[in-house]
T-cell receptor
């Protein structure tokens, strides 16, 4: 059972396009939502964290929103650049036995071509 | 000024030959986590330490064990690696069990 789903699995766009990555979750106990970037063969870099009391967060060209009632989050990337090419993972946070557990999606692999 | 360091970055082992992956941190965080990420899949939590308290996820295979000799270091031991254990292994730390996790660069394990 996939608790966190990311669509599309892969995306290829020309440079300069605005794009939206989608994340959905079925577990109503998820209360935070975090977006990560992963370059090939590398670890995870946190991009944005949307806490339960927030609806969106912005950092530069990135904007992430969270709608807990519908179990959805989106990551909006404005004016995409080739350097944005990477895999983007979302992760929901839920409490499990007194600690925070991150539940990851499988990611969207983004390629931005010049 | 790397904060979460994983060594080695690439590890090749033979089927059935024990292997140890290392994670160290300069953040003085109380909690250290190990995740397994297979190709094109979501990272999956294997276990975590809160100080010296070890917490194993229910579906982590017995083949996987961990040691935390001090605050700074945490090791992942795979007793008898199988081909299905080939993956990226990610270490993360957090100050407390409800705080933001910081990830290391990962160790890619190949099993021949």
């Amino acid at each position: 059972k996939q608790e966190v789903t990311q669509i599309p699995a892969a995306l290829s766009v020309p440079e300069g396009e605005n794009l939206v990555l989608n994340c959905s979750f079925t577990d109503s106990a998820i209360y935070n939502l975090q977006w990560f970037r992963q370059d090939p063969g590398k670890g995870l870099t946190s991009l944005l964290l949307i806490q339960s009391s927030q609806r969106e967060q912005t950092s530069g060209r990135l904007n992430a929103s969270l709608d807990k009632s519908s179990g959805r989050s989106t990551l909006y990337i404005a004016a995409s650049q080739p350097g944005d090419s990477a895999t983007y993972l979302c992760a929901g946070t839920r409490r499990a036995g007194g600690y925070n557990k991150l539940i990851f999606g499988a990611g969207t692999r983004l390629a931005v071509h010049p | 000024d790397a904060m979460v360091i994983q060594n080695p970055r690439y590890q090749v082992t033979q089927f059935g030959k024990p292997v140890t992956l290392s994670c160290s941190q300069t953040l003085n965080h109380n909690v250290m986590y190990w995740y397994q990420q297979k190709s094109s899949q979501a990272p999956k939590l294997l276990f975590h330490y809160y100080d010296k308290d070890f917490n194993n996820e229910a579906d982590t295979p017995d083949n996987f064990q961990s040691r935390r000799p001090n605050t700074s270091f945490c090791f992942l031991d795979i007793r008898s690696p199988g081909l299905g254990d080939a993956a990226m292994y990610l270490c993360a730390t957090s100050r407390g069990v409800t705080d933001t996790q910081y990830f290391g660069p990962g160790t890619r394990l190949t099993v021949l």
